[in-house]
């Protein structure tokens, strides 16, 4: 079973709807859960971490995490084109947070003006 | 300003040439860490450190070798580079311990011909 899941898309949203973004992982020890942005080319950058059961909003941004399901989402409100880019579901692995990350291949998400 | 940087950005090279790609960041972060991202496969982690002078392997450690002789600074070697070593290279450091994710740097895109 692979470690981190996700769907590799494309995922196709209009302008303005909800982009929903999902990830689960095999290991059930994890404490630390992570999305992360990345444009063609470019490095990896944070855009959410969640750590407890349940929803954590950032802006036009929520994480959801349901540790029992072992399961991760990502909802983006509002989608603007400038959110097309492919993201990444991060796992630590094991019990010691901030290092050992597992990624998920990623979801391509394209938005259309 | 926070960062990790990695030198060289991009880099052709030769079968069998022996290279340096340096990892240097200024955050005094204990862990770093080595990934390639290839098409299809994602970011696997090739070394990583958990602070000077102790290494260990990542998922893909075939073919390089790695340094932690000062804590800021996490040189990858490729005693002997072969195409299927190209590859897009991100170093990254990070806390042990805390809730802090990985910063990543820009990235090192290396073409073995």
């Known amino acids: 079973q692979k470690e981190v899941e996700q769907n590799s898309g494309p995922l196709s949203v209009p302008e303005g709807a909800i982009a929903s973004l999902n990830c689960t992982y095999s290991d059930r020890v994890s404490q630390s859960f992570f999305w992360y942005r990345q444009y063609s080319g470019k490095s990896p950058e944070l855009i959410m971490s969640?750590?407890?059961?349940g929803d954590k909003e950032d802006g036009r941004f929520t994480a959801q995490l349901n540790k029992a399901s072992q399961y991760v989402s990502l909802l983006i409100r509002d989608s603007q084109p400038s959110d097309s880019a492919t993201y990444l579901c991060a796992v630590n692995r094991g019990w010691q947070a901030g290092t050992a990350l597992i990624f998920g291949k990623g979801t391509t998400l394209s938005v259309s003006s | 300003e926070a960062q990790v940087t990695q030198n060289p950005r991009y880099l052709i090279t030769v079968t069998g040439k022996k290279l340096t790609v340096t990892c240097s960041q200024n955050?005094?972060?204990?862990?770093m860490s080595w990934y390639r991202q290839d098409p299809g496969l994602g970011l696997r982690q090739i070394y990583y450190?958990?602070?000077?002078?102790?290494?260990d392997k990542g998922d893909v450690p075939e073919g390089y070798k790695v340094s932690r002789k000062e804590k800021r600074n996490f040189p990858l070697i490729l005693e002997s580079p072969s195409p299927n070593q190209t590859s897009l290279y991100f170093c990254?450091?990070?806390?042990?311990?805390?809730?802090?994710?990985?910063?990543f740097g820009p990235g090192t895109r290396l073409l073995v011909l």
């Open positions: 990254a450091s990070s806390l042990v311990g805390g809730p802090e994710t990985q910063y």
């Open positions: 450190s958990m602070n000077v002078e102790v290494t």
């Open positions: 955050m005094n972060h204990e862990y």
């Open positions: 969640i750590y407890s059961n």
